[in-house]
């Protein structure tokens, strides 16, 4: 998808075609693009910006909210009973649009059920006061 700087809430979906070589000192590189649709106000060597999508893959994804870094690990928050909550190591990959991949720690692991989605950190906290009582 793409869009202007104008009117980012417009989005032109489009086939990329070919892709620069080389980044300038602002990161970007110059692409040739189809539009799937004609839309006069798009002109030829106009600047836009760009989500791509590089591979399309199946994968557990949460909120970014749903995951906390502690001693250099990352956690999601299992809700066992109510009020009662146990940390699971998971790793992550890649964050977007709000929401962060989750990967198995192990060939055998799965994503847990009852994960909590928002406010990990705040648990994390509860939980780091209960253990300095």
């Keep these: 998808m793409t869009w202007t700087n104008s009117d980012p809430g417009k989005k032109f979906?489009?086939?990329i075609i070919l892709i620069?070589?080389?980044?300038d000192?602002?990161?970007?590189?110059?692409?040739?693009?189809?539009?799937?649709?004609?839309?006069k106000n798009?002109?030829?060597?106009?600047?836009m910006n760009a989500e791509i999508q590089i591979k399309?893959?199946?994968t557990d994804v949460v909120p970014e909210g749903a995951v906390v870094s502690?001693?250099?690990?990352?956690?999601?928050?299992q809700l066992e009973a109510a009020g009662?909550?146990?940390?699971?190591?998971?790793?992550?990959?890649?964050?977007?649009?709000?929401?962060?991949?989750?990967?198995p720690v192990d060939e055998k692991a799965t994503l847990p059920e009852n994960i909590v989605t928002d406010q990990a950190y705040t648990l994390l906290m509860q939980l780091m006061n209960k253990e300095e009582e």
Excluded: W
């Design 84 to 103: 009662k909550y146990s940390m699971v190591p998971v790793r992550t990959g890649i964050k977007d649009g709000g929401y962060i991949e989750i990967l």
């Design 20 to 23: 620069g070589k080389e980044l």
């Design 70 to 77: 502690y001693q250099d690990k990352n956690y999601i928050f």
């Design 13 to 15: 979906p489009c086939e």
């Design 42 to 47: 798009l002109l030829p060597g106009m600047f």
């Design 25 to 39: 000192e602002h990161r970007s590189v110059e692409v040739h693009c189809h539009f799937e649709a004609y839309d």
């Design 56 to 58: 399309e893959k199946e």
